[in-house]
């Protein structure tokens, strides 16, 4: 069993920042691409920022220069460096990995519960 969980949302007045973090937990031999994406009601779940294990990277045009994505292999981690955040930043954050959970499977994608940033004066 794997299980992602974030953590790092919260409360932000506008022009603040905020680090996400996933962890990536459970029986895992590799991880491939891990990502941040984000969803508000009514809206369909957009990709924000991915990052592959090489650490290229590729963000949704809007946010480019203001989120950072990266990782940490040894923790089996994803961060979101957000900054200068607006108020149609606000949403529910969620991280996706492609995880390998053993040298002879499959790759598949798992999705963390997400974590919600609210962007406000």
């Known amino acids: 069993q794997v299980q992602l969980v974030e953590s790092g949302g919260g409360l932000v007045q506008p022009g603040g920042s905020l680090r996400l973090s996933c962890a990536a937990s459970?029986?895992?031999?590799?991880?491939?691409?891990m990502s941040w994406y984000r969803q508000t009601p009514g809206k369909q779940r957009e990709l924000v920022a991915l990052?592959?294990?090489?650490?290229?990277?590729t963000y949704a045009d809007s946010l480019k220069g203001r989120f950072t994505i990266s990782r940490d292999a040894a923790k089996n981690t994803v961060y979101l460096q957000m900054n200068n955040l607006k108020a149609e930043d606000a949403a529910d954050y969620y991280c996706?990995?492609?995880?390998?959970?053993?040298?002879?499977?499959?790759?598949?994608?798992?999705w963390g519960r997400g974590t919600q940033v609210t962007v406000s004066s």
């Open positions: 990052i592959s294990p090489l650490g290229a990277t």
């Open positions: 996706k990995m492609t995880i390998k959970r053993y040298s002879w499977g499959i790759s598949v994608d798992y």
């Open positions: 459970g029986t895992i031999y590799s991880i491939n691409d």
